[in-house]
């Protein structure tokens, strides 16, 4: 309930009528967000979907924030934003592409998301490629302590482009995709992960069970 | 998970190993966005936080999403980027102040954002001015039908003005603000809200109460 520039000055965030903990105690649970990163391809979007079934099915709440929902939504290009009725100039301002600035505020975007998700007592599951490792400890930088989980999803590059599940490497390969991570742009593996899924060796149930067993080893569940 | 250029092409949403039956089940709780539009001052965070509890007291997620948790994170201002690490042409790109087509795009954003809530399960709470019909109707598109409630606030500007919790209306008259809704930059009214509150003539635990109903009317509760 703004209105006038720079007033971010008169801002404070809001107690609310509710407590904190009234919100925890009534919905029972804790908010949390835990942030897969990994390649294309090292399964981070399915392994997030089998943590959200597992935690749906015991009657909490979760909710996964990936490519495809966040890409098509918030964070559209610039050619999605112009099918949507933007101007050229507005278009090209706020449409997110896949250069360094833009991944940049598209994890930034995602982040902020994914701690009004956990401030709402959601366990956030966050799949995006989030190459950078400053833009992720942004991120965790946000979040109360305790409550962010970055899950390396670790399956070798040679095991994600044989994969290749949209083909895109294939077409990184062949020059048709620019600064595509692992090939054209680098990744920066997590040097203190809450926890690494070696997605090559185990299945998304196995993977999925182990991040479920982090959280309650962390008191979120 | 997505890594290349214009790559949306390739992207379709998740159907997810959950589907939407079965989490509404699970959960046992619709998603849907609830609108709060209305001047400065015309109580529209209050009205949303008083929902909010009475929503989470029943044991029902409902999230609150208003200028000051939204302004502060996700749509940080040029400053506000700054302060956080952007560069300078980064920080202005992307930070969102008060011209029309930064307002456009804030309510973009809270309106994709509203959906990701509703779309997991959560009554989203909206309290922004959204001075412009056209941005609103936008957000409503998104929406599957049904889950979408427009609420005018609608007291009137003078008593919004003598209210001026923060201060505004009086920065706005001296010059100080620019472009402030109903003194230098237009209010459209919604012209077919789900409800119009009184808030000049209702208390805002009698306002919560009439959105509750509503909610209880059409479904989602």
Redesign the interface.
């Known amino acids: 309930?703004?209105?006038?520039?720079?007033?971010?000055k008169?801002?404070?965030?809001?107690a609310?009528?509710?407590s904190a903990d009234?919100?925890r105690e009534?919905?029972g649970q804790r908010g949390a967000v835990v942030w897969f990163t990994g390649l294309?391809?090292s399964g981070?979007?399915t392994v997030a979907?089998?943590v959200?079934?597992l935690l749906?099915?015991d009657?909490r709440?979760a909710?996964?924030?990936?490519?495809?929902?966040v890409?098509?939504?918030?964070n559209?290009?610039a050619?999605?934003l112009s099918a949507?009725?933007y101007g050229e100039?507005?278009a090209g301002?706020?449409g997110l592409?896949?250069s360094a600035?833009d991944r940049?505020?598209n994890i930034?975007?995602v982040g902020?998301?994914a701690?009004?998700?956990a401030?709402?007592?959601?366990i956030a599951l966050t799949?995006?490629?989030s190459p950078f490792r400053a833009d992720r400890d942004?991120v965790r930088a946000?979040m109360p302590k305790g409550a962010f989980f970055e899950v390396h999803v670790a399956a070798p590059l040679a095991v994600c482009e044989a994969r290749d599940p949209?083909?895109?490497y294939k077409?990184?390969r062949a020059g048709?995709?620019?600064?595509?991570?692992g090939i054209a742009s680098p990744y920066e593996p997590p040097r203190a992960p809450e926890l690494v899924l070696h997605s090559d060796r185990e299945t998304p149930a196995e993977s999925a069970q182990r991040v479920v067993a982090l959280l309650k080893r962390k008191g979120v569940l």
Do not use: C, Q, W, Y
Request: cysteine-free; hydrophobic content about 40%; proline content about 1%.
């Open positions: 309930m703004t209105g006038g520039a720079r007033v971010h008169n801002l404070t965030p809001h609310g009528r509710l009234r919100r009534k919905l294309s391809g981070k979007s979907r089998e959200e079934a749906v099915e009657g709440n909710a996964v924030l990936d490519g495809d929902n890409r098509l939504g918030l559209k290009d050619a999605l949507a009725g100039a507005a301002r706020f592409g896949f600035e940049t505020e930034r975007r902020e998301v701690k009004l998700f401030d709402n007592n959601v799949a995006f490629i942004l946000l949209k083909g895109l077409k990184a048709a995709v620019g600064e595509f991570t």
